[in-house]
């Protein structure tokens, strides 16, 4: 039998289907041939966070039992895949199963595998969005918690039930959002819920692509909110990197770019980096903080494919101010040694 060397290659090999969804940032599908391909170690893990790409493959066989791996893998300096550790958790799992990797695993086997060093365990609200769009690309039905999120969305229940309404109904709704009327009650209960929902709604929707009206409503719902939950409605801009910039701006301008909101811009808004006066404004302000704080968050997002060229330029910009200057010399200097 030909060697196994990557997860496609071992599900292919069993008569697994297969989906693959990045848990690293934010929550994104990752087709099938994207993954061969950061399997093949020809394109880099597209969102990669601490030097490692955090993923979930879900697959299933002919008898329809689906089964999960949360997956943590490191990267090399290039964020491509590091081989070894790949290569370590497949042969574990062809241990656990024995010779024959097209036999149905058994719950024992499943067990075994549960508890390797490749895995983690994913964030509550990452989880619950995970969730929905498995059941939902699956064909499957939302989780029971649905309705009563869909019954307090719409107005149905008064506003102080919030605490009745469980995330995974929330995330369920958010998943959905074409379809029904979803997408003007997400929009609506902006205006007519308790800021906790308000708050988990912004924790789903950051992973989601959201449309124009809703960016622009979230933005409004930003400047008006208190400071401990302003982020959460950055955050929720995500996929909007027009909105997410003028979220900056507004930050920037209120003095309220501190060190929580770089992080959160890290890590969730960083396509708006991809915008010259933006990226910086945020490096600019990012080297007014403590030399290994600046280290920590230019090697983490310097790692992000999509702005890996725009930053690395920023390193050589002759017109950055004498701050920044001197952070990028620190960073040289870690480097170097």
Not at 83 to 112: K, N
Not at 228 to 245: E, G, I, N, T, V
Not at 261 to 277: C, E, F, H, P, V
């Amino acid at each position: 039998m030909t060697e196994i060397t990557t997860l496609s290659q071992f599900l292919s090999t069993a008569n697994s289907q297969f989906e693959v969804y990045d848990l690293g940032r934010r929550v994104q599908h990752i087709d099938r041939p994207t993954f061969s391909e950061i399997e093949q170690l020809t394109t880099p893990y597209p969102s990669p966070i601490q030097g490692h790409a955090q993923f979930a493959v879900v697959f299933w066989d002919a008898s329809e039992q689906h089964y999960i791996w949360f997956l943590k893998l490191p990267l090399d300096e290039r964020g491509l895949l590091s081989p070894a550790p790949r290569t370590q958790f497949i042969r574990m799992v062809l241990e656990a199963l024995g010779s024959d990797p097209t036999q149905p695993m058994s719950e024992a086997q499943q067990d075994r595998l549960a508890n390797h060093p490749f895995a983690f365990k994913p964030a509550d609200e990452k989880l619950a969005l995970f969730n929905a769009l498995v059941r939902k690309q699956l064909g499957k039905a939302a989780s029971p918690q649905y309705e009563f999120a869909y019954q307090y969305l719409s107005g149905q229940l008064d506003s102080d039930r919030w605490q009745d309404v469980g995330l995974q109904g929330i995330a369920d709704i958010c998943a959905r959002a074409d379809e029904l009327d979803h997408h003007s009650h997400i929009e609506n209960a902006f205006d007519s819920s308790a800021i906790e929902v308000q708050i988990a709604l912004c924790q789903q929707l950051e992973h989601l692509l959201i449309s124009p009206e809703l960016a622009e409503r979230l933005l409004e719902k930003l400047y008006a909110a208190q400071n401990d939950h302003k982020l959460y409605f950055m955050r929720a801009l995500a996929s909007q990197p027009q909105y997410s910039k003028k979220a900056i701006q507004y930050l920037a301008q209120n003095n309220t770019l501190d060190r929580e909101a770089l992080i959160t811009i890290a890590g969730r808004n960083w396509t708006a980096l991809k915008d010259d006066q933006t990226r910086t404004l945020y490096l600019e302000v990012l080297a007014k903080q403590d030399q290994h704080f600046f280290n920590q968050i230019f090697a983490d997002i310097v790692a992000i494919p999509a702005i890996r060229t725009e930053l690395l330029i920023e390193l050589r910009n002759p017109n950055r101010s004498a701050a920044l200057s001197t952070a990028i010399g620190g960073l040289f200097k870690v480097t170097k040694a």
